[in-house]
């Protein structure tokens, strides 16, 4: 028998997003992308160290949810960015996505200054939009991860210097090795992109005292 046909089509979705404070009336936002089986709201609130009244939290959810505990249980459920299967289609639909958020949040007044705050899967995510989408991003920061693999860092290069880039990850992270992080420092100094890394004693995970730094 032949192989079947795999035809794609485009539908309508409902994305869902959290928010800290009132986006359009602060000047300056933060837009945080979960990792691996996070949701919205919970990265939201880890997010609060952030938050003040001429700054908000914005944190967009993953378009596709499963349970994280299994099929048993039922109970605790997870959002992800994409897989690798249909993964142009995946990102395209998750950068527009992000894209749509940020004009549906701001209304007819953009924010001054856009922070993108992307956590481990969160992290590929967010250097993806910053580069592939429409939205101006002035600040980058990816915690506990890397730019996107497959990014061609010299495609996007003049945009890369432009942004401020901060990379960050615990000491214990498992996810940031020396090694991983001394190959990333040099794929980056390859193209003369600068960034600033950082670290923090902790694993794989957020730690409010850096969300502070961030900001002082």
């Given at each position: 028998?032949?192989d079947?046909?795999?035809?794609?089509l485009?539908?309508?979705?409902t994305?869902?997003v959290?928010?800290?404070?009132?986006?359009?009336?602060?000047s300056?936002?933060?837009?945080?992308?979960?990792?691996?089986?996070?949701?919205?709201?919970d990265?939201?609130?880890?997010?609060a160290p952030?938050?003040?009244?001429?700054?908000?939290v914005v944190?967009?959810?993953g378009?596709?949810r499963f349970?994280?505990?299994?099929?048993?249980?039922?109970?605790?459920?997870g959002?992800?960015?994409?897989?690798r299967?249909a993964?142009d289609?995946?990102?395209?639909?998750y950068?527009?996505?992000l894209?749509?958020?940020?004009?549906?949040?701001?209304g007819?007044?953009?924010?001054?200054?856009?922070?993108a705050?992307?956590?481990?899967q969160?992290?590929?995510t967010?250097s993806?939009?910053?580069l592939?989408?429409?939205t101006?991003?002035d600040r980058?920061?990816?915690?506990?991860?890397?730019?996107?693999?497959d990014?061609d860092l010299?495609?996007h290069?003049?945009r890369?210097?432009?942004?401020?880039?901060?990379?960050?990850?615990?000491?214990?992270?498992?996810?940031?090795?020396?090694?991983?992080r001394?190959?990333?420092q040099?794929?980056?100094q390859?193209?003369d992109?600068?960034a600033?890394?950082?670290?923090?004693?902790g694993g794989?995970q957020?730690?409010?005292?850096?969300?502070?730094?961030?900001?002082?």
């Open positions: 028998m032949p079947p046909t795999v035809h794609t485009r539908v309508e979705r994305a869902r959290a928010t800290l404070g009132r986006p359009a009336t602060t300056t936002w933060w837009v945080g992308l979960h990792g691996y089986g996070q949701l919205a709201p990265f939201a609130q880890s997010l952030l938050a003040r009244p001429d700054r908000c944190a967009p959810e378009l596709s349970y994280v505990d299994g099929m048993d249980t039922h109970e605790q459920v959002a992800s960015w994409m897989t299967e993964r289609a995946e990102i395209h639909d950068v527009r996505a894209d749509a958020t940020v004009r549906h949040l701001a007819d007044d953009a924010p001054t200054t856009l922070c705050l992307g956590f481990s969160g992290a590929a967010a993806r939009w910053a592939l989408g429409d101006a991003v980058l920061v990816l915690w506990g991860g890397a730019p996107a693999h990014l010299s495609e290069v003049d890369l210097r432009a942004l401020d880039l901060t990379l960050i990850a615990g000491t214990e992270d498992p996810y940031v090795t020396d090694e991983r001394a190959a990333l040099r794929r980056l390859t193209h992109i600068p600033t890394f950082r670290s923090f004693d794989h957020l730690d409010a005292a850096m969300l502070r730094t961030l900001t002082s």
